[in-house]
């Protein structure tokens, strides 16, 4: 689930900055820094919308620098256990499969697709019910259930289940128009 | 990290600290995005460099599953789900996925039929009709 959240970083600037354009050279890093980075509890930084507030500079003693509080918000990407979101398949093989919800990849294991639904390998592997009227592919959607999260320093993995009500290829058209 | 054993977003148990945030239907990802990029473009001479991964896939993936394309229509399902006294986080999960049946909503999100909520089958139904509604007519 995406949000829009408030965070808090200190920022370190090297005094050559310092001028008339401070604000925005401290904005401009702040973007570069913490853009597309992750963390275990705010999930995946998309985008900054705009800062809040930048408290009063802190000289460092020895280096010159100076370390400034800045309040900004923040769109993030934070999965959760439990949550049921929407995915696009990249990868199928005969595991499980891989799908990725916006920055985030989560990996379906066999055991987790319906015990109706085959395997099959080829130059476009997928897996398919007997009569053939569902299959998993590159590129298919699938509606599925994060069951779990694994916390990297840089990275959020899921793994995902599509063995329940309401959940796998979404056929509706509406939706993947 | 003692709150990560407990997350259960079935159970709406996602931290205070996201319970409280404001959440975000694709749709309105989706705008937010378009407007910093287009701002992200005007900015520098070369945009590709400024632009991370993960905003490229979020925008992408807010693309492709944006129910709601117009900003009345963004504005108008928020407007109906909030009438039915839901969290937030329920709130962005049925626009984001737009069910169509009552039981299919409550798969879905079962923190809506859970101890002390007076949502009743009717209600989540006419509230189902009335987002239907509203991409009918987008």
Same mark, same amino acid.
């Given at each position: 689930?995406?949000?829009?959240?408030?965070?808090?970083?200190?920022?370190?600037?090297?005094?050559? +900055?310092? /001028?008339?354009?401070?604000?925005?050279?401290?904005?401009?890093?702040?973007?570069? !820094?913490?853009?597309?980075?992750?963390?275990?509890?705010?999930?995946?930084?998309?985008?900054?919308?705009?800062?809040? !507030?930048?408290?009063?500079?802190?000289?460092?003693?020895?280096? /010159?620098?100076?370390?400034?509080?800045?309040?900004?918000?923040?769109?993030?990407?934070?999965?959760?256990?439990?949550?049921?979101? $929407?995915?696009?398949?990249?990868?199928?093989?005969?595991?499980?499969?891989?799908? $990725?919800?916006?920055?985030?990849?989560?990996?379906?294991?066999? +055991?987790?697709?319906?015990?109706?639904?085959?395997?099959?390998?080829? &130059?476009?592997?997928?897996?398919?019910?007997? &009569?053939?009227?569902?299959?998993?592919?590159?590129?298919?959607?699938?509606?599925?259930?994060?069951? #779990?999260?694994?916390? &990297?320093?840089?990275?959020?993995?899921?793994?995902?289940?599509?063995? !329940?009500?309401?959940? #796998?290829?979404?056929? !509706?058209? #509406?939706?993947?128009? | 990290?003692?709150? @990560?054993?407990?997350?259960?977003?079935?159970?709406?148990?996602?931290?205070?600290?996201?319970?409280?945030?404001?959440?975000?239907?694709?749709?309105?990802?989706?705008?937010?995005?378009?407007?910093?990029?287009?701002?992200?473009?005007?900015?520098?001479?070369?945009?590709?460099?400024?632009?991370?991964?993960?905003?490229?896939?979020?925008?992408?993936?807010?693309?492709?599953?944006?129910?709601?394309?117009? =900003?009345?229509?963004?504005?108008?399902?928020?407007?109906?789900?909030?009438?039915?006294?839901?969290?937030?986080?329920?709130?962005?999960?049925?626009?984001?996925?737009?069910?169509? =049946?009552? @039981?299919?909503?409550?798969?879905?999100?079962?923190?809506?039929?859970?101890?002390?909520?007076?949502? @009743?089958?009717?209600?989540? @139904?006419?509230?189902?009709?009335?987002?239907?509604?509203?991409?009918?007519?987008?």
């Amino acid at each position: 689930m995406f949000f829009h959240i408030t965070l808090e970083r200190n920022m370190q600037l090297h005094p050559r +900055h310092f /001028g008339p354009h401070l604000r925005d050279k401290l904005v401009a890093k702040l973007m570069k !820094d913490v853009e597309g980075t992750c963390s275990g509890r705010h999930g995946f930084v998309v985008a900054i919308t705009g800062v809040e !507030d930048i408290g009063k500079g802190l000289i460092r003693e020895g280096t /010159g620098f100076v370390t400034f509080p800045v309040k900004y918000q923040a769109v993030v990407f934070r999965p959760f256990k439990g949550e049921i979101l $929407e995915a696009v398949v990249t990868m199928v093989n005969k595991m499980g499969f891989f799908a $990725e919800a916006g920055p985030v990849q989560i990996f379906v294991s066999n +055991h987790l697709i319906p015990d109706d639904m085959e395997f099959q390998s080829g &130059d476009m592997p997928n897996y398919t019910t007997s &009569d053939g009227s569902v299959k998993i592919q590159k590129d298919s959607e699938v509606r599925l259930k994060i069951i #779990g999260t694994r916390v &990297d320093a840089t990275e959020i993995f899921c793994i995902g289940t599509i063995k !329940d009500d309401f959940l #796998g290829v979404i056929n !509706d058209p #509406g939706v993947t128009a | 990290m003692s709150g @990560e054993e407990e997350e259960n977003a079935a159970e709406l148990k996602i931290g205070d600290e996201f319970l409280k945030a404001k959440c975000l239907m694709n749709c309105e990802v989706a705008r937010i995005l378009d407007h910093k990029y287009d701002q992200l473009q005007q900015m520098s001479t070369d945009p590709t460099n400024q632009i991370s991964q993960v905003f490229e896939k979020s925008m992408q993936y807010v693309k492709r599953f944006s129910n709601y394309k117009n =900003t009345d229509a963004v504005r108008q399902a928020r407007e109906v789900l909030s009438r039915y006294k839901l969290a937030e986080f329920e709130l962005c999960v049925l626009g984001n996925l737009c069910p169509d =049946t009552v @039981e299919e909503a409550i798969a879905i999100v079962p923190s809506i039929k859970s101890k002390g909520r007076k949502l @009743e089958d009717d209600a989540i @139904e006419k509230m189902l009709h009335d987002l239907s509604l509203i991409k009918k007519f987008e």
